[in-house]
């Protein structure tokens, strides 16, 4: 219920009064492309004359203004490599034609040799192995996907398939030789790619179905490129999207990634931590990526993060905006909406606001430096059941492996119904110092229901440790709908709200007017977390010099800033009509 109503409410109403308008264009060219139909022979340039493969295009130059449009319902299991560039006034644009189903270019694909009894060794019983030079990463029998075992060389009726990286070889349980026990046996890796491109500039990638690879989308040094109403991952090995430099000097500008569903296809519950997760990343901006917007995107059940942006020393992150996207990850056992990472000066002056984060099993981990993070609801975290520690922190400031985690901004998020803390800032050996971060104008309802890291009913959570110190806790309220009033832990302590105030001064914090009371939400049930007339979060922010919320309402609504992610707006009453009696 909560989902499809925070769909509803926060995409359809609050922000989708933005009505995309694709105005009709004359292209240069047009070239068709129809999996069935077509022949190579042909000149491509209408539908009665379409070439039929892949391979084609990419032998082919395109000029500035070209089209190359695939017919819907087609399939090509081959991979697209984008062979020129556009420029500023005429995008060279991959899209499609005709009615029915996006086309789709898929890297999903029969694993060779497979079919091949001989290709099959018997290890014992229902276990077989063949040689495979890379790992499939996901493996599909009879068109079903099954789940990787712990032990390559020990699949079982459940956990069907391993990979031992060091001999080269794919291990199945089947009830007989794999080559006749199943009608198909597929890979998701087998070609790396659905679509790619390097050093290429001003393409238009739409209403195309990109699927499977260890990547189903790269765009490796590419510049000026929109991806549109596409659907992007099914299947897919790792990366839905990968976005990256070469070097310092070589980076990847100005990208738009709008109204696409990205979906893993990803529906297994392992019983154990995979590492790396299989799949990864949905959307990953890697170094040297800047001056992105990811906007209104869908995003399911990714194994990692949902949108992941990074960088690594050497190079620079930043400026990229990360907005009004719904993510969830309710069909797998680990996963992340949200989160940016990097060592000190490389991943700055990233933004992510107005997304909705539900029903995710995994911390939303926030660090860098220099970040926004705001007008952001995380609602339904779970922790990961085959974890010993708890997953489910709504928002996490950790500085590990190095990452810097100083100067990030956390305003007016909702953060609701999760196992962990809302807001947790840890402290430990080996983990970078935490300071000059700001927490303001947050709600934390009904957090530390479930947990495993003896946090329970705790909404925020201040570690004691000399990495974390010097930050900023203010105007934050803080509630658990059973009345608990313990409901932080401050360096080791649980406390009420008005004792963590007391706090102030402490270790170089700044913690003021923080509140505990219910916010009232008007209607959490059905996802609607605008605020009531009473409650207690109107007036009693601070201001953060943020102008605009929700909706696009101006911030301030009223007199003074208020808690959480929705100005109040006030129900307009009718007029009062003074009634006259004649004398």
Known sequence: MTTRKTIKFIRDYMLGMAVLILAPQAWAAEYYVDSVQGNDANN????????????????????????????????????????????????????????????????????????????????????????????????????????????????????????????????????????SAYSTLEQSAARTHAMRMSNKNYITIRDLDLRGGVISLELAESNFILVENCAIGWYVGKFGILGHGYG???????????????????????????????PHDGIKLRYGCQNWEIHDNELYDWGHTAIY????????????????????????????GLAIDGPDGTCFNNEMFFNSVIDTTCRNQINGNH????????????????????????????????????????????????????????????????????FRNNII???????????????????????????????????????????VNYRGAAMSVAAFNNQNGNNGNTIMNNLYGDPRFTDSGQGDYTLRADSPCIDAGINVGLTMGMANVPVPFGSKVDIGAFEFIPVPQPPVVQRVVPE
């Open 44 to 179: 491509g340039l209408s539908a009665t004359a379409p070439w039929k493969t892949i391979a084609k295009i990419n032998s082919r130059s395109f000029n500035p203004g070209d089209a190359i449009l695939f017919k819907r319902g087609g399939v090509w299991k081959e991979q697209l490599i984008v062979p020129s560039s556009g420029n500023a006034s005429n995008p060279i644009t991959f899209g499609a034609y005709g009615s029915g189903a996006k086309p789709i270019i898929t890297a999903l694909d029969a694993i060779p040799g497979g079919k091949s009894a001989s290709a099959w060794t018997n290890v014992s019983g229902n276990v077989w192995y063949m040689a495979l030079a890379a790992d499939p990463l996901r493996v599909f029998l009879d068109g079903k996907e099954y789940g990787r075992a712990q032990t390559p060389s020990a699949p079982n009726s459940t956990l069907r398939f391993g990979y031992d990286s060091t001999a080269g070889r794919l291990y199945l349980y089947a009830p007989a030789n794999p080559a």
């Open 248 to 278: 310092p000097s070589k980076v990847c500008l100005n990208n738009v990634i709008r109204h696409c569903l990205l979906d893993s296809g990803s529906r297994l519950r392992s019983p154990y931590h995979l590492n790396p997760e299989i």
């Open 309 to 336: 942006v990074t960088s690594e020393s050497g190079y620079q992150t930043k400026n990229n905006k990360v907005y009004s996207n719904y993510i969830s990850a309710a069909n797998i056992d680990y996963g992340r």
């Open 371 to 438: 970040n926004l993070f705001y007008y952001n609801i995380i609602a339904g975290m779970t922790n990961v059941t085959h974890m010993a520690n708890g997953t489910a922190q709504g928002i996490s400031v950790e500085g590990y492996t190095g990452w810097a985690s100083h100067h990030n901004k956390f305003f007016n998020n909702l953060i609701m119904n999760c196992d962990e803390a809302g807001i947790k800032v840890w402290g430990y050996t080996g983990a970078t110092d935490k300071y000059a971060n700001e």
């Open 445 to 487: 309802y009904n957090c530390g229901r479930n947990s495993k890291d003896n946090y329970r009913n705790i909404g925020i959570v201040i570690e004691s440790h000399a990495t974390v110190k010097d930050n900023i806790y203010t105007n934050n309220l803080v509630f658990h709908p059973d009345g608990i009033t313990n409901v």
